[in-house]
């Protein structure tokens, strides 16, 4: 088996397989590697995906990936009194079946020209001068060891690839929310995405409704990691209090963290790239990051395979991924961090006026990012929120 | 030695190794609860827990005592020792 590579990728997860595949596509060689045997499973995802992000990322999904096709979010306050349901053609998605899609994912990565391994683990970093030259995994009993000029972690949330290879991705428990979810059958819904903001349901973070098909969806909640109990205490209590579940049978159990701080400091360093989950690359507010790891992977993958060629791989001809990454992707992230810092001082009091003074076009806009509009509509008739609200002008 | 042995190559000895350290490891995790997410993996500031196909792997020697993985983890299947 070859050994000696242009670009090793840790990790076939979205993010991964985008990277490996676009390595492979610029003429780089390329090994792709995953721990499971099965790729996409276990699953630690909601599982959904804007349908502009198909546009946006080329991709094309298989029939089979598809569970169900969403049509917009309803999103509720604290006391139900208020459901606001936003339906555009930007909020068109689907609900993926992320055991499919990744696999497709991967496969397209091999047809691009990668290797692929599965059912090995990368249990050390090689390094040369300090530099990531290769992993060492072990692959059916056997020792395997791999040189590349290039190391892409994109090993999720986990993330321990970098912290093998000398850089610092331990996950805080401030800027994390830790998930569970149950895949439910006997579950009524819409075409729609249904979130349900609580501090008593799920501090911090929203409690998630999202179909999967007919009467199957994936229940969920996610907490900050500095909040009290276990994001599944949350979950049993939200669903036994809730009479829509008492049908409901669970088909299957997913979790993980979900990083909704700041991404990393550094995505690169000399001969190693972050990408994805593992590089925190998540959106701060609704915790999804299958899109943005896809995104910044493409964006890695190019600049590996370019940079693997000249033979100029340091960390400085690395950062143009980096540079690349933060000028168009960061800024978005960033203000949407600070909207979830404002949000997780508010109490279900002040998610209960907001949500009573704010009409859907309103909404729509918070999340889009247009703030300025929406607070000085909500500081006229709650003016005590001033001074947590002003973080956003 | 049996640590140093598991915690790198030697994977077959992994069951052996957690069997022996009983008693000593600072955590505890519950095999029936833990769905392998590796949340508790994520937040380990001194990588003594690894994420394997089918459980997560402890290193006492490593461990730090912090306590971040049994308020990380989803399932609430860490509990410290004491």
């Not at chain 1, 610029?26 to 198909?54: N, Q």
């Not at chain 1, 850089?167 to 006997?186: H, K, P, W």
């Not at chain 1, 690359?281 to 999804?288: E, T």
């Not at chain 1, 001082?345 to 949500?355: H, S, T, V, Y």
Request: charged fraction near 30%.
């Amino acid at each position: 088996m070859k050994t000696d590579y242009d670009v090793i990728v840790v990790g076939a997860g979205p993010g991964g397989s985008f990277a490996a595949k676009n390595a492979a596509k610029g003429g780089a060689s390329v090994l792709l590697i995953d721990r499971r045997k099965e790729l996409g499973a276990p699953v630690r995802c909601g599982e959904g995906l804007g349908s502009h992000w198909l546009k946006e990322l080329g991709l094309k999904l298989s029939p089979k990936a598809i569970s169900a096709e969403i049509s917009g979010s309803v999103l509720y306050s604290p006391d139900m009194k208020r459901a606001v349901k936003i339906q555009n053609p930007e909020t068109k998605g689907y609900v993926i079946d992320r055991k499919v899609f990744d696999k497709d994912l991967a496969i397209d990565a091999g047809r691009a020209g990668a290797d692929v391994i599965v059912k090995t683990e990368v249990y050390d970093v090689i390094k040369k001068d300090g530099k990531p030259c290769g992993v060492k995994a072990c692959s059916m009993g056997e020792r395997l060891e791999a040189t590349c000029k290039v190391l892409i972690a994109a090993d999720g949330g986990e993330s321990t690839v970098a912290r093998m290879a000398g850089m610092n991705s331990t996950a805080t428990l401030y800027d994390t929310d830790f998930g569970i979810e149950y895949e439910m059958v006997n579950v009524e819904c819409e075409d729609l995405i249904e979130i349900y903001f609580s501090r008593n349901a799920a501090p911090r973070g929203y409690v998630w409704v999202f179909p999967k098909g007919k009467d199957v969806a994936n229940v969920g909640v996610g907490i900050g990691g500095l909040e009290k109990g276990n994001a599944v205490e949350y979950l049993d209590k939200f669903i036994k209090n809730n009479e829509r579940f008492k049908d409901a049978q669970t088909v299957a159990i997913k979790g993980g963290l979900i990083p909704v701080g700041e991404p990393l400091k550094e995505l690169v360093a000399d001969g190693l790239m972050v990408v994805g989950t593992a590089a925190h690359q998540v959106d701060p507010i609704h915790g999804g990051g299958m899109a943005l790891a896809m995104e910044a992977g493409g964006m890695a993958g190019e600049v590996a395979a370019k940079c693997a060629l000249e033979g100029k791989t340091d960390r400085k001809h690395l950062f143009e991924y980096e540079s690349r990454w933060r000028k168009r992707v960061e800024p978005k992230l960033m203000r949407r961090l600070r909207l979830r810092k404002v949000l997780e001082k508010l109490d279900d009091g002040d998610f209960n006026a907001i949500f009573k003074y704010l009409n859907d076009n309103d909404i729509d806009r918070l999340i889009k990012g247009d703030y300025k509009p929406v607070v000085e509509k909500v500081l006229l008739k709650r003016p005590q929120l001033l001074k947590v609200l002003s973080a956003l002008i | 030695m049996w640590s140093t042995m598991s915690g790198n190559v030697n994977f077959l000895l992994i069951h052996a190794y957690n069997s022996r350290t009983e008693g000593v490891s600072l955590i505890e995790i519950d095999r029936s609860r833990c769905i392998y997410c590796g949340a508790c993996v994520g937040v380990c500031p001194k990588l003594a827990l690894i994420l394997k196909e089918t459980f997560v792997e402890y290193t006492q020697e490593k461990c730090i005592n912090c306590g971040n993985c049994a308020k990380a983890c989803p399932m609430k299947a860490i509990t410290m020792r004491k």
